[in-house]
């Protein structure tokens, strides 16, 4: 017998154990990794007087519909006491296990921070009030969670609906896909939402800077998880940011410096400095908080964050050459205060810009911890967003196929990758000496050893574009060892989820360690053969994970032995 007080989890017709019903999580749930889910459902009664009231506002509200039977309902209001009563997307217990598993298991896997005071956090609060965004909200969540469920045969024969306007589906009864494929009916939902609203005028009330670039980080983490293998979506997701961009920016204002954001900004040494306060709209967290006739007048806060979020994706594809559109967009932009030299400056600027995100979104409430953990982490996501433009400046070397201008080109990125570096010298010092012993219970050490490997790996692409033939390159090898270093410990302290962060890195090291000269007593064949073992497991958090072990496997490891 199932226990009526027990986990939903448990109470599943697949259960074979009783749920001891501990709280938060029982022991059947922590045991398996799966979602404890405690949350209250409606009784019988009140599930069919809700599914009444939706039935009768379905027939008031119905749009005129596509001849095609298997054409999606329109989105309805429905008022609700439940979390999201706000949105127009009814809410049932599955919705709401997908919401719990996109603000707690699946926030913390995208971002260490604190995730009730996180960038997530403010997600959610959007979604509340965009279709759009919950859409996405209940379709990353879902898919996520399935993952994580021993028994997950969801919509794996499926093909999820990409950017592009393709999707195949073994049915053509919406009903039927919704039941059975719920994640793919809130994408496509949400690729619809999207196509209506670009379409309106900037200054409509109804356009919101912050839900559109929201949903597109988040169609952007979809594709890259569980997307077409062709990446068509996912680059065009970036494409479509780009275009966004630079659409609106002739009605948007420019940002103005960082010392001017507020009257005390907290730079990045932690340190307060007085500014000035210049006359003019202040800016906000949100668009939402801007008065309507003025709306046009300036990125939010969020907002600028969140296009950081997006250029770190837009540097991930250009290195697999869909992508660098939106990279581009923005340093080619008028929307900051000046000129940079750079891409790095540029998104430098964008970033000290967004930096009292959080204090200014909870304002008092904000907690004294989060904030001073803010200030100590600061530095290294500077480096993350100067590492990730890195990234983008070697991926842009492929263009150059004059010799001289090649070489002038990577001369310069060269001194970028250099200077970045001697700039970031304590950091790369610390994550040097880390002792396998220290765990990441310090947020900061948790993004030492998930961050500096991108920079040892943006080193490895640039000496393979470089086409650099020295065995014993010093700098290849000093990035090699660092990476494997950092990875084994990130192994060790957060599991092949955490791991799953420096992904790239460890492919980026796979593909040169067969070149190494290895010493006796050297561990680097070990290294790639637990490289691929890892992609072997990486496979449980995205598809994209899964092909990239089969690429190593059969095409690009082969290939290198042979050479």
């Not at 996180?118 to 279709?131: G, H, T, V």
């Not at 040892?456 to 390159?473: E, G, K, N, S, T």
């Amino acid at each position: 017998t199932r226990s009526r007080r027990g986990c939903w989890t448990c109470r599943d017709k697949k259960a074979k154990k009783r749920c001891d019903e501990e709280k938060p999580a029982c022991g059947r749930c922590r045991r398996m990794n799966l979602v404890c889910d405690y949350t209250p459902r409606p009784s019988l009664a009140e599930r069919r007087r809700q599914q009444a009231l939706l039935d009768a506002q379905q027939r008031e509200h119905a749009q005129p519909q596509d001849s095609d039977p298997g054409s999606p309902l329109s989105v309805v209001r429905l008022s609700s006491t439940n979390e999201v009563g706000a949105s127009s997307i009814v809410l049932g217990p599955r919705e709401h296990e997908s919401i719990r598993f996109f603000r707690t298991v699946f926030a913390k896997a995208h971002h260490t921070k604190n995730p009730d005071y996180s960038l997530f956090s403010i997600m959610f609060r959007i979604a509340q009030d965009d279709p759009m965004v919950m859409h996405m909200v209940l379709s990353l969540g879902g898919r996520a969670m399935d993952l994580r469920r021993p028994s997950s045969s969801t919509a794996h024969a499926l093909t999820a609906p990409t950017a592009t306007g393709a999707t195949t589906t073994t049915s053509s009864e919406h009903q039927h896909q919704r039941q059975y494929t719920p994640h793919l009916y809130h994408y496509s939902a949400a690729l619809r939402c999207m196509a209506d609203t670009v379409c309106l005028e900037p200054g409509a009330a109804a356009f919101d800077m912050d839900a559109i670039l929201t949903a597109l980080w988040l169609m952007c983490i979809y594709e890259q998880q569980f997307g077409d293998a062709e990446c068509q979506g996912y680059a065009n997701h970036l494409m479509g940011a780009a275009s966004l961009l630079q659409h609106q920016e002739k009605s948007l204002r420019s940002l103005r410096p960082p010392h001017l954001v507020s009257t005390y900004d907290y730079g990045d040494d932690g340190a307060d400095s007085e500014g000035e306060v210049t006359a003019g709209p202040e800016p906000t967290v949100l668009v939402k908080q801007i008065p309507e006739h003025r709306r046009h007048l300036r990125l939010s806060l969020y907002s600028a964050r969140i296009l950081v979020w997006l250029s770190l994706h837009d540097s991930a594809a250009a290195t697999s050459g869909v992508g660098g559109h939106l990279n581009t967009m923005i340093f080619l932009s008028t929307i900051l205060p000046s000129i940079p030299s750079n891409p790095i400056d540029t998104f430098r600027d964008l970033y000290k810009y967004s930096n009292p995100l959080y204090r200014a979104m909870w304002g008092d409430a904000y907690p004294q911890a989060e904030l001073l953990d803010d200030v100590e982490n600061r530095n290294v996501f500077v480096f993350l967003a100067n590492t990730n433009q890195l990234r983008f400046l070697v991926a842009q070397l492929a263009e150059y196929h004059d010799p001289e201008m090649f070489a002038a080109r990577a001369a310069q990125v060269d001194a970028e990758i250099r200077r970045v570096g001697y700039e970031s010298t304590e950091l790369l010092e610390v994550a040097a000496g880390l002792s396998v012993e220290t765990d990441n219970s310090h947020r900061l050490v948790a993004n030492i050893r998930t961050i500096v490997p991108l920079y040892y790996a943006v080193i490895l692409d640039f000496l393979r574009v470089q086409r650099q033939q020295l065995l014993r390159d010093r700098r290849r090898q000093r990035a090699l060892g660092e990476i494997m270093t950092l990875a084994r410990q990130t192994h060790r302290h957060g599991g092949d989820e955490l791991l799953t962060k420096i992904a790239w890195p460890l492919f980026a090291a796979a593909l040169e360690l067969p070149h190494s000269v290895a010493p006796p007593g050297s561990e680097e064949g070990g290294d790639r053969d637990w490289i691929v073992q890892r992609f072997g497991a990486f496979a449980a958090y995205g598809d994209n994970f899964a092909r990239a072990r089969r690429f190593l496997e059969t095409r690009m490891l082969p290939l290198q032995d042979r050479l």
